[in-house]
């Protein structure tokens, strides 16, 4: 096990190293000067270029890369150009609000998502699944940001059970936080839902066609225990390579639903600061994102591990 | 030396199984019975409906099969059983033992879980006193006390062990027969033997009744009071092993007895039985085995019954009798 989760966060350099360089040198590469785009269009060369040397851009790229990577490696991020602030200091509010959006949608995923697909199976060829996979089709097709619009008017406008967008800390209230996550976390959860579904069902078919379901049936076990105990157990293990694919999609931020939501999380902070070209905040949430992702990878493989017997850890 | 009323009787039973939209019968008509501690042998080539006849007694025949006849267990009909209680007869009313334990038994669950949870719900034991019954199972089919079985996972054992668990869980919770489906032909030869032997001893332990599934007459000659032979779904012959091997009076039983290969034997090729089995969906009306056999004549496009020939019962028109073998 040691050994297993040593080679892991081995595997986790390269991960992590690998998009962190490639955003270093296209940021770089692409067009657009953060010194000019701070002073905006009033502002003298020689402004900008005091600006770019305070900023060290005037600086060759291979030192550049050397300060940024020292930068990385000591975990001083930097100061965002526009907000004036520790990177270290921004992320971890943006990155609160994307985690609780991807958890309530995960779980709203993984809950239905195993339930109905573990109907669909046990009715299978009947109205009910026939009729749940329909849904899951409906569900996968549509978009997130057009199904967000119709959330908003059914229940923000018409019903008036949740704000339409905007967000409220979880030190502000509890209930108040979790009524801004709701819609974004129901669009985005009703497309995953309808993958784990669709998965669910098919590994559920497998996994009842199996001489061990019959053995436990001939043993006299009741259906619910038959399904519940012996089918699930199995069935789930497919599925939670298709959360895990839902859990990594979901935690590095769903652009369309934080902007359609005015959500201040990880995607929105992304998409600003590439826009502003600020380079320490684009910087930092990448390093956030692709640690959260390594992070991710290895839960999962401890979940297979405890799923079947069979995984070996190491 | 059998007496008494029938563990098991079925009478009439037929199967059919819906093959690309159409119902194909695969077991016609089969009746037999087992008394109180008798182990019936049903022996036939693969796709005979042998396992389909067990899975029917079972009550779990695969998706979409249509099952007709009668099948009483302890004189209690099963076939009009809510499926609630017809699917409480496993276990306590009928142990089963597959033919693959590596599928047969749960991948991710250990044999401790396996075996309380039959335990559990079918005798209502206690958590703790089902693992104490699992445990005593465990060493009754001779498995080694040292190792924890009880936490191991199918993986983690071999085929002869895998099977012996098998038959811990088919008796654990005391039924009044066994159904074992080609028990051993997973197995190596020489496990073959052991598990074989484990079943007959088990047997005469606890004076269970058997209904043993094999295609190999010799083996079911060496502890079963009865053996039918089925063809194509069709009871053939029925009588006991040693006389079914000595003395066919079916022409495929004799057919089958000719292709058994014997040690030391000198002459260079075995004698099969000419022609194939009729694919499902395929079987000529009348006796199943005409096309193939031998002493076949017009009569033999109806259907015989079965016939009392010596001491044996024969759906034939042609029996060989006595000098004939």
């Known amino acids: 096990m040691l050994r297993f989760l040593g080679q892991r966060l081995l595997l986790m350099i390269p991960t992590v190293v690998v998009p962190l360089v490639l955003v270093f040198l296209l940021l770089r590469l692409a067009p657009g000067d953060p010194a000019a785009q701070i002073l905006g269009d009033q502002a003298t060369p020689e402004q900008v270029a005091t600006l770019r040397a305070e900023m060290g851009l005037d600086l060759p790229l291979p030192v550049q890369f050397v300060l940024w990577t020292k930068n990385v490696v000591t975990l001083k991020l930097g100061t ?22 991807a958890l309530a949608a995960l779980f709203l995923a993984v809950a239905l998502g195993s339930l109905l697909g573990v109907i669909a199976a046990i009715n299978r060829d009947t109205i009910i699944d026939r009729g749940l996979v329909g849904i899951a089709v409906l569900g996968i097709s549509l978009p997130e940001f057009w199904l967000a619009l119709l959330l908003i008017f059914l229940f923000a406008v018409t019903l008036k059970w949740f704000p339409v967008s905007g967000y409220i800390p979880p030190t502000d209230g509890l209930l108040a936080s979790a009524a801004t996550i709701a819609l974004p ?37 009741p259906e619910a225990v038959v399904i519940g105990r012996y089918a699930v157990r199995t069935a789930a293990i497919p599925v939670v390579t298709v959360a895990g694919l839902s859990a990594s999609y979901l935690l590095s931020g769903a652009v369309s639903i934080e902007l359609i939501f005015s959500l201040p999380g990880l995607g929105k902070l992304l998409i600003d600061a590439v826009a502003r070209r600020d380079y320490p905040v684009v910087e930092g949430a990448v390093l956030l994102i692709a640690l959260t992702l390594a992070a991710l990878n290895l839960v999962i493989d401890i979940i297979y591990a405890l799923l079947d017997p069979r995984v070996r850890l190491g | 030396m059998i007496a008494g009323p029938p563990i ?5 039973l037929s199967v059919a199984l819906p093959i690309s939209g159409r119902m194909v019968p695969v077991v016609t008509d089969l009746s037999l019975s087992i008394a109180p501690g008798e182990a019936v042998a049903l022996v036939g ?37 809510a499926p609630r209680e017809r699917r409480r007869v496993g276990g ?34 206690s958590a703790r006193a089902a693992r104490d019954r699992a445990r005593e199972l465990l060493a009754r089919v001779g498995l080694p006390k040292e190792r924890d079985l009880l936490n191991a996972y199918v993986h983690e054992l071999s085929g002869g062990m895998r099977q012996r668990v098998m038959i811990a869980i088919a008796v654990s919770c005391d039924p009044k027969l066994i159904i074992a489906d080609e028990p051993t032909t997973a197995l190596d030869v020489t496990i073959q033997a ?7 001893a088990m047997r005469a332990e606890s004076g269970l009744a058997m209904l043993y599934i094999s295609h190999d007459l010799e083996v079911v ?27 066919p ?23 099969p039985i000419p022609g194939q089995v009729p694919a499902l969906g395929f079987w000529p009306g009348g006796c199943r085995f005409q096309p193939r056999c031998p002493r076949q004549d017009q009569r033999c496009a109806t259907r015989p019954d079965l016939a009392g020939v010596a001491h044996a019962e024969v759906r034939c028109w042609h029996p060989l009798v006595g000098d004939a073998s």
């Open chain 1, 80 to 101: 965002s150009f526009f907000f004036k602030q520790p990177v270290v200091d921004l992320l971890p509010q943006y990155a609160l609000v994307t985690l609780q959006t």
């Open chain 1, 185 to 221: 976390a129901l669009a985005l959860g009703i497309r995953q839902s309808a993958l784990i579904t669709r998965m669910m069902r098919s590994s559920m078919l497998d996994v009842l066609g199996e001489p061990y379901i019959v053995t436990a049936r001939a043993q006299g076990l």
């Open chain 2, 8 to 12: 098991l009787e079925v009478q009439n």
């Open chain 2, 45 to 81: 080539e693969s796709g005979c409906g042998k396992s389909m006849t067990a899975r029917a007694i079972i009550g779990l025949p695969p998706p979409g099969a249509a099952v007709s006849g009668s099948i009483r267990l302890d004189g209690r009909e099963l076939t009009t059983l």
């Open chain 2, 92 to 125: 306590r009313g009928i142990g089963f033992i597959f033919q693959e334990p590596m599928t047969s038994l749960h991948p991710t669950l250990s044999i401790g879980q396996q075996m309380t949870d039959s335990l559990r719900y079918n005798l209502g034991l």
């Open chain 2, 194 to 200: 052991q598990v074989l032997d484990l079943l007959i």
């Open chain 2, 221 to 247: 000659a060496e502890f079963c009071d009865r053996a039918i032979v089925m063809y194509a779904g069709d009871q053939m012959e029925a009588g006991t092993p040693v006389a079914c091997l000595k003395t």
């Open chain 2, 249 to 271: 009076h079916h022409p495929y039983t004799r057919g089958l007895v000719d292709a058994i290969p014997h040690a030391g034997e000198t002459r260079a090729r075995l004698s």
